[in-house]
T-cell receptor
Framework: QKEVEQDPGPLSVPEGAIVSLNCTYS??????FMWYRQYSRKGPELLMY????GNKEDGRFTAQVDKSSKYISLFIRDSQPSDSATYLC?????????FGTGTRLQVFP | DGGITQSPKYLFRKEGQNVTLSCEQN?????MYWYRQDPGQGLRLIYY???????QKGDIAEGYSVSREKKESFPLTVTSAQKNPTAFYLC???????????FGSGTQLSVL
């Protein structure tokens, strides 16, 4: 079993939709959670960083962590074509940092 | 502007040739990393460094070498021993090991 699992997609949604991106992890020692956005042939850009269970909001983005279920989510409200990218989750316990394989999102006008 | 600069953006390697990818950061970060990204795969860690003059192998270090002579710089050499070097290479840095990583814009390496 991989330590971090992420559905590769692609996920295709119409503009304005609410998008839900998810990762599951196996090690309960993980305590820091990040979401990155990567445009094609660019470096990943840090979107959200959280370390506690619950929700963290930043504009149209909400990161949700459920440590009891070992499940994290990124919600994008009012999705835009400019949100089309690959979204990677990253999870760390400071001893090691593990990336998910990424979910490719396409938002069509 | 603070950030991480990778160069070149595109690089071509001939058979038997060593090539070096540059990574410079002005964020005053202690930790630096090199990742390899292949299509449809996640990021795989090649090497990382927590401090000047020290570095550790990651998951796929064979065929690669690094140096960390200055805090700002962490070049990666892809040696001729790396038989499948075609990939997108990403350099990253963080204040402390395995904290929030900040990435450069990447180098696409291809074999001629």
């Amino acid at each position: 079993q991989k330590e971090v699992e992420q559905d590769p997609g692609p996920l295709s949604v119409p503009e304005g939709a609410i998008v839900s991106l998810n990762c599951t992890y196996s090690n309960s020692a993980f305590q820091y959670f990040m979401w990155y956005r990567q445009y094609s042939r660019k470096g990943p850009e840090l979107l959200m960083y959280t370390y506690s269970s619950g929700n963290k909001e930043d504009g149209r983005f909400t990161a949700q962590v459920d440590k009891s279920s070992k499940y994290i989510s990124l919600f994008i409200r009012d999705s835009q074509p400019s949100d089309s990218a690959t979204y990677l989750c990253a999870i760390t316990d400071t001893d090691k940092l593990i990336f998910g394989t990424g979910t490719r999102l396409q938002v069509f006008p | 502007d603070g950030g991480i600069t990778q160069s070149p953006k595109y690089l071509f390697r001939k058979e038997g040739q060593n090539v070096t990818l540059s990574c410079e950061q002005n964020l005053n970060h202690d930790a630096m990393y090199w990742y390899r990204q292949d299509p449809g795969q996640g990021l795989r860690l090649i090497y990382y460094s927590q401090i000047v003059n020290d570095f550790q192998k990651g998951d796929i270090a064979e065929g690669y070498s690094v140096s960390r002579e200055k805090k700002e710089s962490f070049p990666l050499t892809v040696t001729s021993a790396q038989k499948n070097p075609t990939a997108f290479y990403l350099c990253a840095s963080s204040i402390k090991e395995n904290e929030k990583l900040f990435f450069g814009s990447g180098t696409q390496l291809s074999v001629l």
